[in-house]
C-alpha cells in the first residue's frame, strides 16, 4: 500500500496562495496511479477538490475550487502538488492527498472508495 505525506499547510489570510505538497514513501512506484486532493472542513463530509491522471495531463476539479486552486504532479521526483489560489475563509480544512485504484480520474473521482491510500493531511486556515 502506497503511504503518502502531505506537507505546506498553514495560516494565510483570504487572498493568499499556499502550495501543498504530497509524497510517497521511497521504493513505491507513484507513477501508478491517478491521484486527488480531498479536504474536510470541521463538522463536514471529507469532500474531493480535484484529480488527476497518472501522467499529469488531465485534471479535474470541483466547481468551488475550479479556477482557484491547481493540481500538478513530478513522477520522476513521487511528488503531487496543490496551488491554493485567492484563498477564502471557507477554504479552511485539512487537506488530504489520495492514490487511486486507477491510472486515470473516473467518472467517481469525488468518491473516497475510489482511493486506497491516504495522508494524514495538513492545516490550512485562512483567515478573515
Known amino acids: 500500500q502506497v503511504q503518502l505525506v502531505e506537507s505546506g499547510g498553514g495560516l494565510v489570510q483570504t487572498g493568499g496562495s499556499l502550495t501543498l505538497s504530497c509524497t510517497a514513501s521511497?521504493?513505491?512506484?507513484?507513477?501508478?496511479?491517478?491521484m486527488a486532493w480531498f479536504r474536510q472542513a470541521p463538522g463536514k463530509e471529507r469532500e474531493g477538490i480535484g484529480c488527476?491522471?497518472?501522467?499529469?495531463?488531465?485534471?479535474y476539479y470541483t466547481d468551488s475550487v475550479k479556477g482557484r486552486f491547481a493540481i500538478s504532479r513530478d513522477n520522476a521526483k513521487n511528488m503531487l502538488y496543490l496551488k491554493l489560489n485567492n484563498l477564502k475563509p471557507e477554504d479552511t480544512a485539512i487537506y488530504y492527498c489520495?492514490?487511486?485504484?486507477?491510472?486515470?480520474?473516473?467518472?467517481?473521482?469525488?468518491?473516497?472508495?475510489?482511493?486506497?491510500?491516504w495522508g494524514q493531511g495538513t492545516q490550512v486556515t485562512v483567515s478573515s
Open positions: 488527476i491522471n497518472l501522467s499529469g495531463g488531465l485534471t
Open positions: 521511497a521504493g513505491l512506484t507513484f507513477d501508478s496511479y491517478a
Open positions: 489520495a492514490a487511486s485504484r486507477r491510472i486515470y480520474c473516473s467518472a467517481s473521482w469525488r468518491q473516497r472508495y475510489e482511493y486506497m491510500s
